[in-house]
Nanobody, 116 residues
Framework: QVQLVESGGGLVQAGGSLRLSCKAS????????VGWLRQAPGKEREFVAS???????QYADYVKGRFTIFRDNAKNAVYLQMNSLQAEDTAVYYC??????????WGQGTQVTVSV
């Protein structure tokens, strides 16, 4: 059974930084694609960043230059470093794992709140 557990969310002032962690069990994430997605209140879930098994990385335009996705294969974990946070980044952040963007495993989510 695949489990993804996010952590690192919290309350931060605009302009601040947070690092989200996603630790996996039951699956070796280095062999799969991993993505971060988010959902703000009243909005649909949206793509944030992904790292494919071949290390191809993609970012949504609204986080490019501010967020960085990276892996620690030794820890079977994926991280999302978020800098220059804005109020619009407030959301529940989810990590997900799968193949070719078809995510079949999801974490429970971690809340990120950016205050102005």
């Amino acid at each position: 059974q695949v489990q993804l557990v996010e952590s690192g969310g919290g309350l931060v002032q605009a302009g601040g930084s947070l690092r989200l962690s996603c630790k996996a069990s039951g699956r070796t994430v280095s062999r799969y694609g991993v993505g971060w997605l988010r959902q703000a209140p009243g909005k649909e879930r949206e793509f944030v960043a992904s790292s494919n098994w071949n290390i191809e990385i993609q970012y949504a335009d609204y986080v490019k230059g501010r967020f960085t996705i990276f892996r620690d294969n030794a820890k079977n974990a994926v991280y999302l470093q978020m800098n220059s946070l804005q109020a619009e980044d407030t959301a529940v952040y989810y990590c997900a794992s799968g193949i070719a963007g078809n995510y079949d495993a999801w974490g429970q989510g971690t809340q990120v709140t950016v205050s102005v």
